[in-house]
């Protein structure tokens, strides 16, 4: 027969409590940690790397492509322990969502003149975000990709 429960009695030992110093709660800690915001931590990112003469390129490069309304923001995410830099073209293109194909050679001549920027040392990421309405998760995720064909390869 099983033991009562004594209410006196805590239910699990003092070292294993969720709250005890030697088991801290995981759940309550960071991704990126240290209480920073995700900004924060991202402006301090390029900052420690020296990546704003770069960021304010992509962003001179962005606004005359896509024009005055296009932003550049980066973003830190984390994957593990290593951090990745991505920084979002945000075009600002309402037409984008209806008319895609009217979008892309814009889109096009911006991946032509960002590939003759001279990049810096650190693993980043850029993503385009068509259009405000499109979700920041698609904006983080890239959405550009090159899939050779037949007949790029022969």
């Known amino acids: ?11 699990t030992p003092t070292g294993d409590a969720p709250g ?6 995981r759940r309550r800690r960071r991704v990126l940690g240290s209480g920073r915001s995700p900004r924060v931590a ?10 704003e003469p770069f960021h304010r390129s992509l962003a001179g490069l ?7 309304e296009a932003t550049v923001v980066a973003h830190l995410r984390a994957d593990g322990r290593k ?18 194909a009217q979008f892309l050679p814009r889109e096009h001549s911006f991946w032509t003149a ?5 990049k810096p040392d650190v693993p ?10 499109w979700c920041r998760s698609e904006a983080l995720a890239p959405f550009f990709a090159y899939l050779p064909t ?5």
Do not use: K
Not at 83 to 100: G, I, K, N, R, S
Not at 114 to 118: D, G
């Open 1 to 11: 027969m099983p033991e009562p429960l004594d209410p006196d009695r805590p239910a």
């Open 20 to 25: 005890s110093p030697d088991r801290p709660d």
């Open 42 to 51: 991202a402006a301090q990112f390029v900052a420690r790397h020296r990546m």
């Open 62 to 68: 962005a606004t005359s492509v896509f024009g005055a």
């Open 83 to 100: 951090q990745l830099l991505t920084f979002v073209v945000d075009a600002a293109d309402p037409t984008a969502t209806v008319d895609y």
């Open 114 to 118: 960002y590939a003759r920027l001279p």
């Open 124 to 133: 980043f990421t850029v993503a385009i975000r068509p259009a405000r309405g």
């Open 150 to 154: 037949r007949d790029d390869v022969m």
